[in-house]
Nanobody
Framework: QLQLVESGGGLVQAGGSLRLSCAAS????????MGWFRQAPGKEREFVGS????????DYADSVKGRFTISRDNAKNTVYLQMNSLKPEDTAVYYC?????????????????WGQGTQVTVSS
């Protein structure tokens, strides 16, 4: 089992920034591609972005492209989501997830392990 624990969520004003972290334990972290998803109240979980095991390839949803950046530190078993220029519509519970396969990472079904989520609230 790979355990994932998110942190860094909170309340921020529109235009502000937050950095989420997702710490992994239990299995070799560098074997996994990592993704971030979010779910707002009354909405389905949606893809935010992903990063391959090596960190050399990232992908983002159009809604966050240019504002959010995913990075990883395999030595620290941690993946990050830097969120800038936050908007009220970014308000959601943010989840990190791990996938042993390295493709179709925009699909939640491709992921093997999930964290418990961290709340991000952006006030207008």
């Amino acid at each position: 089992q790979l355990q994932l624990v998110e942190s860094g969520g909170g309340l921020v004003q529109a235009g502000g920034s937050l950095r989420l972290s997702c710490a992994a334990s239990g299995r070799p972290f560098s074997n996994y591609a990592m993704g971030w998803f979010r779910q707002a109240p009354g909405k389905e979980r949606e893809f935010v972005g992903s990063i391959h095991w090596s960190g050399t390839s990232t992908d983002y949803a159009d809604s966050v492209k240019g504002r959010f950046t995913i990075s990883r530190d395999n030595a620290k078993n941690t993946v990050y989501l830097q969120m800038n220029s936050l908007k009220p519509e970014d308000t959601a519970v943010y989840y990190c997830a791990a996938a042993i396969r390295q493709f179709n990472l925009w699909m939640s079904d491709e992921y093997d392990y999930w964290g418990q989520g961290t709340q991000v609230t952006v006030s207008s």
